[in-house]
Structures are given as structure tokens and as C-alpha cells.
């Protein structure tokens, strides 16, 4: 199901200012929280890591020619999620895995072509994803992805995922190649790490808000992680499925559980959680 917004008037949402009518969409246009989405959006990191690595490699523009083609098609993608009335999932998680691929882009163009450390790029884009926060938060008075109904909060919220792949890809790297963990070990430690939010939430009663966040941001380098274990030579720790094979195997899964999405709408926000504005 999805829910309306009047157009006669505004309810806000708990802790939130009322937003006029004639500034809101009439629904939400991100999917619910659950497994499925956990899933794909783990899986659509693993494609982003491979795809760019695979297009870097196979495609013969260079760094920065695929960082600008794949740019404009997340631009073209992007307008046409932005002119959707509600949620559709074919649309929504294509932009997702061009935004995965785009922010492993960034990150790696800042490393491999400018040699920006490792170091640096992290806190960078930790400091950036802080500002859209803060800025969000200070403007709509919430982060809650229940209430992505206004073209602004659509926009802060795009906005943010762009940086926490960016910081993840980052931060995944830095982990698993600068500090020599290893993609194996990396990937435990972020799984680890998504545990320990789930805990802290569910037992200790950790904002859902906060801890859907800091999970979104741990997924990146978790899903990175997994994609160059499967994909890197075996001689530098990975199992040496290369890139074509682990991103058409993932790209495959997301396809059919994105079309499963779309027949069933398992993932459709109900009309009590968006009043909520639980993420």
C-alpha cells in the first residue's frame, strides 16, 4: 500500500514541522525496511564495486570517461525517480546501483587519479555525509526515509546516499587494501559491525532513524568487501571469479528480486508506518 498526503493540508510528522501542501508529494517514494531490502541493497553495493571496476578495466574510456558516462546515466535515472508520483521499484533500485557505481567512482578517481590518501577521502566524506545531515535535519526536522514525500527531502536524501557510498567505498578500501586486512576479514568485520547496530537497536533501544543510517553506511564497504573477495585474482585474496562473472551473477539476483518486488509490493511503506516516520 501506499499512503496519501492531503493536498488541503499538512500533517507533520512527529518532531517535525508541517510542510504545506502545495510542497508535498502524495507519497512516500523510498520502500519499506525489510529483508528484501537489506538484500538488494547489500547486493547493489557488490555490483557497484565490480561494475566500476569491470568498466574501468573492459571498457577502454579510463577512469574518468566512465565516471562521466555513468554520471549521466545516473543524472537521466535520477530525473525520471524524481518525476514518479510514489515508489516504483524498477526505477528506485536503478538508481541505486548507478549511485553504487558512481560513488565507487568518486571515491576511486580521488585515490587512483588526484592521490588523495585513503585517509583523507574517508574523513572527507564522512564530513560531507555529516553536513547533509545536519542540513537536512536542521530544514525538515527529521531523517526518517518514511517520510521522503517532498521534492526536498527526495533531494537531501539522494544526496546522502551518494555520499555514504562514496564514504563506504572509501573506508572499505582503506580497511581491506591500506590497513591489509583482506577482503575475507573485512567482510566479517562489517557484517560484525551491522550486527552490533542491529543489536543496539533491537535490544538497547537505539533510534531506528540513526541506526538504519549507520547500517546503510556499513553495507557499502560490507557489499565492496564481498565483491572483490569473489572477483579478485586468488593471488590477492580473492576466490578469482573476475569481474564479468561476479557482476552478471549479482546484477541477475537484483533483476529477479526487483521484479519480485514490483509484482508482489512486498515493499510498499503502509500508511501506519509513514505516519510513524520509523525508518
Excluded at 80 to 99: E, M, P
Excluded at 168 to 195: H, K, N, P, Q
Aim: charged fraction near 15%; include cysteine; glycine fraction near 8%.
Amino acid at each position: 500500500m501506499t499512503y496519501e498526503t492531503s493536498e488541503t493540508s499538512a500533517v507533520p510528522e512527529a518532531g517535525g514541522p508541517a510542510v504545506p501542501a502545495r510542497h508535498r508529494v502524495r507519497w512516500n517514494k523510498v520502500p519499506e525496511v525489510t529483508l528484501y531490502f537489506w538484500i538488494v541493497k547489500v547486493l547493489c553495493t557488490t555490483v557497484g564495486e565490480t561494475a566500476a571496476d569491470l568498466l574501468n578495466e573492459k571498457a577502454g574510456l579510463g577512469l574518468t570517461g566512465v565516471s562521466v558516462l555513468m554520471s549521466a546515466l545516473l543524472a537521466v535515472v535520477l530525473v525520471v525517480q524524481f518525476r514518479t508520483k510514489a515508489y516504483r521499484a524498477g526505477v528506485y533500485w536503478l538508481a541505486v546501483a548507478l549511485i553504487s557505481v558512481v560513488g565507487t567512482l568518486i571515491s576511486d578517481n580521488l585515490t587512483d587519479n588526484m592521490g588523495v590518501p585513503l585517509e583523507t577521502s574517508t574523513t572527507v566524506f564522512a564530513i560531507l555525509l555529516a553536513i547533509v545531515f545536519m542540513v537536512w535535519y536542521r530544514r525538515e526536522r527529521t531523517l526518517s526515509i518514511h517520510s521522503i514525500d517532498t521534492t526536498s527531502r527526495e533531494s537531501f536524501y539522494w544526496l546522502a546516499v551518494l555520499f555514504t557510498f562514496a564514504l563506504g567505498t572509501a573506508a572499505g578500501d582503506l580497511l581491506s587494501e591500506r590497513m591489509d586486512l583482506g577482503y575475507w576479514l573485512s567482510t566479517v568485520l562489517f557484517a560484525a559491525a551491522i550486527a552490533a547496530v542491529a543489536v543496539a537497536h533491537f535490544a538497547l533501544g537505539l533510534d531506528a532513524v540513526w541506526s538504519f543510517w549507520i547500517a546503510y553506511i556499513l553495507t557499502r564497504p560490507l557489499g565492496a568487501s564481498i565483491g572483490d573477495y569473489l572477483s579478485q585474482p586468488t593471488g590477492d585474496g580473492g576466490l578469482g571469479l573476475g569481474t564479468v562473472i561476479t557482476s552478471a551473477l549479482f546484477l541477475a539476483v537484483i533483476l529477479s528480486l526487483v521484479v519480485y518486488l514490483g509484482v508482489t509490493r512486498k515493499d510498499v511503506a503502509d500508511p501506519e508506518s509513514a505516519a510513524r516516520g520509523a525508518a
